[in-house]
T-cell receptor, first 117, second 113 residues
Framework: GENVEQHPSTLSVQEGDSAVIKCTYSDSASNYFPWYKQELGKRPQLIIDIRSNVGEKKDQRIAVTLNKTAKHFSLHITETQPEDSAVYFCAARGPINSGGSNYKLTFGKGTLLTVNP | DSGVTQTPKHLITATGQRVTLRCSPRSGDLSVYWYQQSLDQGLQFLIQYYNGEERAKGNILERFSAQQFPDLHSELNLSSLELGDSALYFC????????????FGQGTRLTVV
């Protein structure tokens, strides 16, 4: 099955700096890669996603890049602000079984981002 | 508000007991997913239902079971509870297509004492 590795597990940056979180996945059949932000005690919320036919996507200060050949994707946050502090999860959606039509979303273990004022 | 409703928000129970967690998906969403989140394991996929039928199974213990009813709400049943079952249990829903966003509920925090 799919395996998603996420690094780093913790990241501390100064306000205004950029933050980069990287994920790798194992199943080349995975075709959808969302990123979720989870604030303490709250539910994960989608912040950006990318599909396998796209190499890069940007939404204001957030961007995601995907390298299908290398099977890795990254989240980039520019001009970080204290309210960006949270746990960020990457995920990959791929088939349960080879050639199957049933999919599941596999999450990385998360990155605790702290933005210091 | 994501539109996904989970009840109860908090649950404290003793080892060996059985509990039922409930999830109401967003209006129009056919897929429901259950995840377990503990401190050292991140978000672990448990099980997925689509329009009443089990679609995919993840790392779900045999002591756990789930179902999705005709009105599309879902229940996760946890039995013979152990201390290690203490975690946040999230339900998420989506329209069902493989590359569509999953919306999470607020979660149920289960504490087994």
């Amino acid at each position: 099955g799919e395996n998603v590795e996420q690094h780093p597990s913790t990241l501390s940056v100064q306000e205004g700096d950029s933050a980069v979180i990287k994920c790798t996945y194992s199943d080349s059949a995975s075709n959808y890669f969302p990123w979720y932000k989870q604030e303490l005690g709250k539910r994960p919320q989608l912040i950006i996603d990318i599909r396998s036919n796209v190499g890069e996507k940007k939404d204001q200060r957030i961007a995601v890049t995907l390298n299908k050949t290398a099977k890795h994707f990254s989240l980039h946050i520019t001009e970080t602000q204290p309210e960006d502090s949270a746990v960020y999860f990457c995920a990959a959606r791929g088939p349960i079984n080879s050639g199957g039509s049933n999919y599941k979303l596999t999450f990385g273990k998360g990155t605790l981002l702290t933005v210091n004022p | 508000d994501s539109g996904v409703t989970q009840t109860p928000k908090h649950l404290i129970t003793a080892t060996g007991q059985r509990v039922t967690l409930r999830c109401s998906p967003r209006s129009g969403d056919l897929s429901v997913y259950w995840y377990q989140q503990s401190l050292d394991q991140g978000l672990q996929f448990l099980i997925q239902y689509y329009n009443g039928e089990e679609r995919a199974k993840g790392n779900i213990l045999e002591r756990f079971s789930a179902q999705q009813f005709p009105d599309l709400h879902s229940e996760l049943n946890l039995s013979s509870l152990e201390l290690g079952d203490s975690a946040l249990y999230f339900c998420a829903s989506s329209v069902g297509a493989p590359d569509t966003e999953a919306f999470f509920g607020q979660g149920t925090r289960l504490t087994v004492v």
